[in-house]
């Protein structure tokens, strides 16, 4: 509704409540009393339908297209939330891509078994010799950084601490390439064992545990870290997986 067409409605109804006034003027003094009062009440009435008319006026100035403001809003917000939608897929696609062609360093350890013990004491030696192999297993070679192999005796697992203690070691000079299993290249680590801490493991009165870690690149480019830790058990006694959670761990 246009300023002029409210201003001229207003005029228009005042005038006609005042014509339609004059026209019911009392003849008595009380009555003329009555009548001035009720032209009053006029009056003001139809002011405050012009004020009521301005107002309405000024909201529509002051929100001339909030709808219109609302919907664009919404419309960008799902703009973001599809592409952000979109930009997540392509990510996820990407890491399954990458882990499906990645390679795996893992290791293992080399039984030290009886015969073994047997040798070495045939041998007047009072120690032997356990190795830790690392392995690349997939389809690309990886660059090995840094590697710990430890062996650790102890009465049981609950001496061993809650997060590995891998001792002094330092990241070899440049990168190892290490290629993949299937070509017969492992890294091997040795580790020296007493015959007398042996027998003790083999007596069941203390447990034997190798573990480490190997830090490595792999094809991508991408960092990445292997915990391992054994635990000498069974019957016949071997190296498999074991020791805590902290000590294992793959990424």
Not at 180 to 198: D, K, M
Request: proline content about 5%.
């Amino acid at each position: 509704m246009s300023s002029s067409f409210c201003k001229y409605f207003c005029v228009t109804l005042l005038r006609q409540s005042v014509k339609d006034h004059e026209g019911r003027k009392p003849g008595n003094d009380k009555d003329q009393q009555e009548w001035r009062e009720s032209g009053i009440r006029v009056l003001v009435k139809a002011e405050m339908e012009r004020d009521k008319s301005e107002a309405e006026k000024k909201d529509d100035q002051r929100y001339p297209n909030i709808g219109v403001n609302v919907t664009k809003l919404i419309l960008e917000l799902l703009t973001v939330l599809v592409a952000g939608a979109a930009a997540y897929f392509v990510y996820r696609q990407v890491v399954t891509l990458t882990n499906s062609e990645r390679s795996w360093v893992l290791a293992d350890v080399e039984d030290f078994t009886v015969k073994d013990m047997l040798l070495c004491e045939a041998a007047g030696s009072d120690a032997g010799l356990v190795f830790c192999r690392l392995k690349n297993y997939g389809i690309k070679p990886v660059w090995i950084i840094a590697v710990s192999c430890n062996l650790k005796i102890v009465a049981s697992a609950t001496e061993l601490p809650e997060e590995p203690d891998y001792g002094d070691w330092k990241p070899f000079e440049g990168q190892l390439p290490l290629l993949p299993e299937s070509a017969g290249r492992y890294v091997r680590r040795p580790l020296v064992i007493s015959i007398a801490e042996f027998q003790s493991v083999l007596a069941k009165k203390r447990e034997l545990y190798v573990y480490g870690f190997a830090t490595y690149k792999d094809a991508f480019g991408l960092l990445r870290e292997s915990r391992f830790c054994f635990n000498y058990v069974g019957n016949p006694p071997c190296f498999q997986p074991g020791g805590p959670k902290n000590y294992n761990r793959y990424c």
